[in-house]
Structures are given as structure tokens and as C-alpha cells.
């Protein structure tokens, strides 16, 4: 059984992924970009997508209801600048990594500390990724400095 705790803590982590899942559909139906950039932001999509129903069933009665829409209008309106297209959604990445680790480092079921901590790796390839759309400066996928969303 979780704890309300982790319950708070998850709930907030599906927030996320919902709010991710949305950017990723939008940027996915723009469909602005090559093929292969097109199939990689589609990738991405499904990713959260997926993220979002498995945190949904560990959940269950008590899962998020909405995205978190202040991760969702932040990022949408970042999107408006067509020039900054890579670096928001690297941005996006970065938060959720921030984000699933501290809450990782909060949660008292090892069960799903490991399924964040698997979710949170995917989301570090993505991240490594996108940063290549932007730069071949190695450090720009490596180094994240976006903030958690989730308190420490």
C-alpha cells in the first residue's frame, strides 16, 4: 500500500508526464520538421504517453486528474520562438529528470523509486538527444541545470 506520501509524490510525477505528453502531441501534429525529426518527436510522444498510464496503474482511483499546467504553459509558450524549438524541449527533458529525482530520493516504496528511476533514464537518453539537435559541445548532454518542479 502506498503511503499518502508517495501517493503526493507520484501523482506529481504523472502531472508531469501528462503535461509532456501534450507538448510532444503538439509539437508532433505541427508536423514542421524532417521525417526522421518528425518520427523521433513521436517516439518521444509515446514515451510519456507510456510513462503517463504506468504511473496511472500504480495509482489507480488516486491518479492525476490533469496535467501540470504550469509545466505545460511555461513550455507551450516557450514553443513560440520556432528558433529555440530543440532547446525547449531539452529544457522540458531536463525538468523532468530534476523533477523524478528528487522525487526518487523522496519516496519509501523501492518498488517505484525503480520504476521513476527507469523512467527517468529513458528520459536522460532523450535529453542526450535532443541536445545533438542543438550542439556537438558534449556537456550540453550531459550537464542539466533545469530546476525540480517537486520541492527537496
Known amino acids: 500500500m502506498l503511503s499518502d506520501n508517495d501517493i503526493n509524490l507520484l501523482v506529481a510525477a504523472q502531472a508531469l508526464e501528462l503535461a509532456a505528453r501534450d507538448i510532444y ?3 508532433v501534429s505541427r508536423k514542421s520538421k524532417s521525417d526522421d525529426e518528425q518520427g523521433l518527436l513521436a517516439l518521444m510522444h509515446s514515451h510519456h504517453a507510456a510513462y503517463e498510464q504506468t504511473l496511472n496503474g500504480v ?3 488516486r491518479a492525476a486528474t490533469e496535467r501540470d499546467n504550469d ?3 511555461k513550455f507551450f509558450a516557450l514553443l513560440a520562438d520556432a528558433s529555440k524549438f530543440w532547446e525547449t524541449l531539452l529544457e522540458l527533458e531536463n525538468t523532468a529528470i530534476a523533477t523524478h529525482t528528487v522525487i526518487i530520493s523522496r519516496l519509501t516504496s523501492a518498488k517505484n523509486a525503480a520504476l521513476l528511476a527507469s ?4 528520459e536522460a ?3 542526450a538527444m535532443l541536445a545533438t539537435r542543438i550542439s556537438t559541445n558534449l556537456d550540453l548532454a550531459l550537464e542539466n541545470t533545469a530546476q525540480s ?3 527537496q
Open 25 to 27: 502531441a503538439i509539437v
Open 59 to 61: 495509482l489507480s482511483k
Open 71 to 73: 509545466a505545460y504553459t
Open 119 to 122: 523512467i527517468t533514464t529513458v
Open 125 to 127: 537518453r532523450h535529453a
Open 149 to 151: 518542479l517537486v520541492a
